[in-house]
């Protein structure tokens, strides 16, 4: 697989508001639905680096972005789900095609569903916007935003010609032993000790197609010798 990567380490706090995955999602005796067992792993990510992000995988309104498909593997409240519409919306009118034209151009997973129906409002918002009609916005928003584990969901999927966001940060220890033994199954990477954001880079390298791109933010101390070991590193 020929893919372009880039992995970002911003320095990023694991705190503060909105991004990345909720430990409320977690489904009571449920591998589906991993979470922390504490209230953690929501990360807020800064506008400007979802533009730098956007930018590096080519991500670009010049681009005729209704023609690739992008996954958004832990879309939060939209932190990267919105810039990403807009500039979906932007291409939309510099290359000549219609709303319906968006069906399946974007793919944003996210667990908790809390968050999850406030990222169906913000896409909705920026359709409307567009001038979208009420029904339509709606149809478009629901169709982009999945409830569900990516972790899981993403080895039978279609494949990505992006894949770009902020993943979750949660402990391996922090992980219930069931849904950690699942993703362990799928994800070689996730050996020893780390941090869940390893196995959301895997899934995402996986996911693409011959020469699609790929992009986090992330920060240090998830990954030890052996997960780099099991990457070829």
Same mark, same amino acid.
């Given at each position: 697989?020929?893919?372009?990567?880039?992995?970002?380490?911003?320095?990023?706090?694991?705190?503060?508001?909105?991004?990345?995955?909720?430990?409320?999602?977690?489904?009571?005796?449920?591998?589906?639905?991993?979470?922390?067992?504490?209230?953690?792993?929501?990360?807020?990510?800064?506008?400007?680096?979802? #533009? /730098?992000?956007?930018?590096?995988?080519? !991500?670009?309104? &010049?681009? =005729?972005? +209704? @023609? %690739?498909?992008?996954?958004?593997?832990?879309?939060?409240?939209?932190?990267?789900?919105?810039?990403?519409?807009?500039?979906?919306?932007?291409?939309?009118?510099?290359?000549?095609?219609?709303?319906? #034209? /968006?069906?399946?151009?974007?793919?944003? !997973?996210?667990? &908790?569903? =809390?968050? +999850? @129906? %406030?990222?169906?409002?913000?896409?909705?918002?920026?359709?409307?916007?567009?001038?979208?009609?009420?029904?339509?916005?709606?149809?478009?928003?629901?169709?982009?935003?999945?409830?569900?584990?990516?972790? /899981?969901?993403?080895?039978?999927?279609?494949?990505?010609?992006?894949?770009?966001?902020?993943?979750?940060?949660?402990?391996?220890?922090?992980?219930?032993?069931?849904?950690?033994?699942?993703?362990?199954?799928?994800?070689?990477?996730?050996?020893?000790?780390?941090?869940?954001?390893?196995?959301?880079?895997?899934?995402?390298?996986?996911?693409?197609?011959?020469?699609?791109?790929?992009?986090?933010?992330?920060?240090?101390?998830?990954?030890?010798?052996?997960?780099?070991?099991?990457?070829?590193?």
């Amino acid at each position: 697989m020929t893919a372009s990567q880039a992995h970002l380490d911003l320095g990023i706090d694991v705190a503060g508001p909105g991004g990345g995955i909720s430990a409320a999602g977690l489904a009571k005796g449920s591998p589906r639905l991993a979470a922390a067992r504490d209230p953690k792993g929501v990360v807020y990510t800064r506008p400007w680096v979802v #533009d /730098l992000i956007l930018d590096l995988v080519g !991500y670009r309104p &010049d681009e =005729d972005l +209704a @023609a %690739r498909y992008a996954v958004e593997p832990s879309a939060g409240e939209g932190a990267f789900l919105v810039p990403m519409i807009r500039r979906l919306l932007a291409s939309l009118t510099a290359h000549g095609r219609g709303l319906s #034209d /968006l069906r399946g151009s974007i793919c944003a !997973y996210e667990l &908790d569903a =809390d968050s +999850a @129906a %406030r990222a169906v409002e913000l896409a909705e918002r920026e359709l409307r916007k567009y001038g979208a009609s009420g029904r339509q916005a709606r149809d478009l928003a629901e169709g982009w935003v999945s409830i569900g584990d990516y972790l /899981l969901a993403s080895p039978t999927g279609r494949r990505a010609d992006i894949v770009v966001g902020n993943p979750p940060y949660i402990r391996y220890d922090d992980v219930p032993g069931e849904a950690l033994a699942a993703y362990r199954r799928r994800y070689p990477t996730m050996v020893g000790r780390g941090d869940i954001y390893v196995g959301f880079i895997e899934a995402g390298l996986r996911q693409l197609t011959e020469g699609g791109s790929w992009a986090s933010s992330a920060r240090t101390g998830g990954c030890g010798r052996r997960t780099a070991r099991s990457c070829g590193a």
